[in-house]
């Protein structure tokens, strides 16, 4: 349903939550086809801006952004190296719509661990995604939890809803 639409039946929206990806390849960044380039920039940054665009104007006083990224944005894995470099853009891209929709809006980012489900079976096929998935699991252990939770479930959810929640607006923009 178009957000204007929406607004009219229903009044404002409280909470965005853009959690679009696509990884169709496993290649190295060099070795990327053009097609393949311009397919993960407008799904996993264009079409996060175009939605929100829409979405913006319904969004009221206190209403919260969120943007799902990647720990592959921070450290992007060999095979996964460019989808890693469009969630390293949606960081950025928190940061500027942090700025820009402050102090009304809050905008913040998840960047969860990577998620082996039935969308990704070609990823996890992979001995360098398995062995680096293992270090993942490694580094959670000696960095407190850092990177312990694995997709957005537990922990990472309920980081989530404190993030849209009236008293993170004391710690968050």
């Given amino acids: 349903m178009h957000p204007c639409v929406h607004e009219k039946a229903y009044g404002h929206i409280d909470i965005f939550v853009s959690n679009v990806a696509v990884n169709p390849i496993v290649d190295n960044i060099l070795d ?3 097609q393949v380039l311009d397919k993960l920039w407008e799904v996993n940054v264009k079409a996060v801006i175009l939605l929100l665009q829409v ?3 319904p969004l009221k006083k206190g209403s919260s952004v969120i943007l799902i990224s ?4 921070y450290f992007p894995p060999a095979k996964m190296a460019m989808y890693g470099v469009t969630k390293t853009a949606l960081l950025g891209l928190t940061e500027a719509l ?3 929709m402050s102090p009304d809006i809050r905008v913040n980012c ?3 661990r990577f998620v082996p489900t039935h969308f990704a079976d070609f ?4 001995k360098t ?12 252990r000696s960095f407190s939890g850092i990177w312990k939770h694995q997709g957005l479930v537990g922990a990472d959810f309920k980081i989530m809803l404190y993030k849209v929640g009236d008293k993170a607006s004391l710690y968050w923009r």
């Fill in 32 to 34: 990327s086809q053009e």
């Fill in 55 to 57: 979405a913006a104007p």
């Fill in 70 to 73: 990647s720990i592959g944005g």
């Fill in 98 to 100: 942090a700025a820009e």
């Fill in 110 to 112: 998840i960047a969860p």
């Fill in 123 to 126: 990823i996890t096929r992979t």
């Fill in 129 to 140: 995604v398995q062995r680096e998935n293992l270090i993942y699991r490694v580094l959670s």
